[in-house]
Each structure stands twice: as C-alpha cells, then as structure tokens.
C-alpha cells in the first residue's frame, strides 16, 4: 500500500514526465502552421442569406445537448454522480458544448483564423474536462479533481499558443492526448460505473471525426 507522500510524488513525477517529454516534442518537431485551406469548405452553399448555411446551423443539436446536461447536472443530479469533481467536469464539458454551437456557428458563418478560435476554444474546454472526468473515474478522486483545471488550461494556453505564433503543436497534442489515453484506461483500469464501453465509442468517434 502506498503512504500518501509516496503517492504524491508519483503524481509529482507523472506531471514532470509529462512537461519532459512536451519539451522534448517542442524540439525535436517542425513547427505546424494553420492552413488556410482548412477554411474551405467543400459545402459553401448559402440559403436564406446565411453564408455556409448547412455548416452553420449543424451546430444547433450542440445547443441542445448542451442545455440539457447543465440542467441535468445541476438539478437533481440525474446522472448518478458520485464525485462533486465528476459534477463539476461534466459541467463544464457542457458548457463547452453549448459554447460550441455558438462558436462554431460564429466561425462558419465567415471562416478565417480569428473566427476559429471560437470555434476551437469551447471543444476544447469540453475534451479536457472529460479527460479529468475519466481520470476520477479510473484512477482516483481527488488526482482527477486537481487535473481539471490544469488541463483546461493547458487547453486554452494551446489555443492562444497556435493564434499567436501560429503553431498547432500543443494544440495537437491536447486534442491527440485524450484520444489515446481513454481508450487506454477504458482497457486497463477498472470502472466505477456500468456500460463503460460507450468511453470506447466515443473516443473511436471522435478520431474518425
């Protein structure tokens, strides 16, 4: 059984690994600037005078879904919720979800750089709250609830980070991480909760998106 300044040090050390192992990426790879082809969309058609109306106004069900887990989060904790951490990550998955309808909706109405923060920013906020979600889940209470807000920081640090020296390394890397990592858990730690298999689901759907 580990002492709990055993395990603190190991948490320590998985954080110092990490920053390690980020350094040594920022070195070793060439940087990656934002192509200004991403902004071209293979569906540009307007209707009603909205521009890219389809790409526009798919990001309403992101409202929808949005609302409704807040409301189920914060009243009456439908979802079952053990952990006030896990409360406060799935509530702010949500809001990035509802934040995404609107700032993947104000991107696409005129697609440029400036536009794409705001639509990168809130998915953002979302993948990582869910990663210190699962991290509670998984490996423990109260490392997942000290995660969250290190890890939607270094979500939101990598977005400016892209905006401003206009490179997508530590962006990619935020987004890569959670991808692998979930699948990873989901497989070889146990589960708090039942039909954990969806976590397999959900990160398979998100790298084919």
Partial sequence: MMTLAQIKDSRASVWLVALFCFIALMIVTPVIPQSQEYHNFADQRNFFGVPNTLNVISNFPFLIIGVVGLILCLYGNHFSLSFQGEVWGWVFFYIGVTATAFG??????????????????????????????????????????????????????SIAY?????????????????????????????????????????AGTKEAS
């Fill in 104 to 157: 993947s909706a104000y991107y696409h109405l005129k697609p440029d750089d400036a536009r794409l923060v705001w639509d990168r920013l809130p998915m953002t906020i979302a993948f990582t709250s869910i990663m210190a979600v699962f991290i509670i889940e998984r490996i423990d209470e109260k490392t997942g609830t000290m995660s969250l807000f290190p890890l939607l920081m270094a979500g939101i640090v």
């Fill in 162 to 202: 892209w905006r401003y020296f206009d490179d997508l390394r530590p962006y990619a890397l935020v987004q890569f991480i959670p991808c692998i990592a979930i699948p990873a858990m989901t497989i070889l730690l146990p589960a708090m909760y039942t039909h954990s298999i969806y976590w397999l689901w959900a």
